[in-house]
């Protein structure tokens, strides 16, 4: 197939030649290019192993002086007269960010050239490899669309089918090889151990597509952070994601960010299955975190919760008592919103008197037990799935009067569904 732009064919074919034989003869004479030894585990798997050429990393190494070459100014001034690779320059562009000629060469042209060294396993040149490469970089560049995906690893969970969260948002187990196929050098930036047990190979997965023309990838690490506060509350478990994710954009690597803190710490806790039910309330609620936007105290006591659980005493039960009074208080204080979790969430009358003592005591300045905070968790889960708090905490207040029953819990509606 004829390329659409002869003129930026020939630019980087300059280019890529040139590279190549600086790269060959440096490889060559003074520092040979380095090879790794990955290990690919996949539970109940045996492992398997790659000798493999770090292409990628030698490559980007030398970026500075590959910049400098007279065959990348010439590059970059034909990839700057192409208004459709603004999105592969300016999609990570802040105020720190280099010149939009370095960002063109390091967004579009270095990952070229890596891709191309990493293909050929080294840098001796194959005219097919870049016949290939180039007509895959100009489908990306003049398509009617752009196809977007990000990978973040996900610990605290086992996965044993795919579990769609909506939002272009899915949990899967990770493909043994999937990252590093991409990014060579990723082992350094997986969470510890990853792969090597069902609780530790999943990856939380983010797909969009988006028309050419714009100049912004989505908020993969916003995305990904609701996902893991959703995945939180669902099932109790301690999970986490990152502590980067991975970004391709039409199936080109083209960053690696990392994920917002909140989301990348690992809570302490026991690692559970992701079952249907806990992955379709897992999906409904990433949905309706949307209504903490219009609800401050709601989107407060999911914040002080989840800060929860990374604290030590005493500051997790404060984190735990704020989550109380912002989701419940309504202004009367924790002993009222202590009354109100202990009716929504005690599921007989011994139980509720239970609780209530307890938050009393959470309430007085007290430390919080572990049943504690899991019950500030599903109260959370309640108000949320009830898609109206201050009518909750009405209803809560008619029942603790005796002017009507109980409000029915959602966790008990679903068991009874059951």
Partial sequence: MAPRSPQLYEAIRRFCLGAFACLYRESQAEAPLPFSFEEHVAPDRPPLYEYRPLTRGYVEARADRLLA???????????????????????HADASSPGGGERLFRSILLPLLSGIADQCGGFEWDDRVFERAYLDL????????HAYAAIAPLVGVSVPVPVSLGRGLRVRAAAVGEISSYWPEANGL???????????????????????????????????????????????????????????LDWRPVGVRPVLAIAAAEPPGEPTRLDEFRGGLAAELLQRL?????????????DHWELSLFAAEPSRSGELRESLAALLGAGDGLW???????????????????????????????????????????????????????????????????????????????????
């Fill in 190 to 248: 997986l969470p510890p151990a990853f792969g090597r047990e069902a609780e530790r190979a999943a990856v939380a997965e983010l797909e969009c597509v988006f028309p050419a023309g714009a100049v912004e990838l989505p908020d993969a690490p916003g995305e990904i952070a609701d996902a893991v506060t959703a995945l939180r509350l669902a099932t109790a478990a301690p999970v986490a994601a990152g502590p980067v994710l991975f970004e391709r």
């Fill in 69 to 91: 070459l007279d065959d990348a100014h010439y590059a970059v001034e034909e990839l700057a007269r192409e208004p459709a690779a603004a999105i592969f320059s300016r999609a």
């Fill in 336 to 418: 009222a919103a202590s009354a109100r979790l202990a009716a929504l969430v005690g599921e007989s009358p011994a139980e509720r008197g239970e609780l209530f003592a307890r938050l009393r005591g959470l309430a007085g300045g007290g430390h919080a037990s572990t049943r504690d905070g899991e019950a500030i968790r599903r109260a959370i889960v309640e108000a949320l799935m009830s898609d109206d708090r201050h009518g909750l905490v009405a209803r809560l207040d008619d029942s603790l009067l005796g002017l009507t029953p109980r409000p029915r819990s959602y966790f008990a509606v679903e068991a009874l569904a059951s």
């Fill in 290 to 302: 949307a209504v903490c936007d219009g609800d401050p105290p709601l989107g407060e006591a999911v």
């Fill in 138 to 145: 100009e489908q990306a560049l003049f398509g009617e669309r």
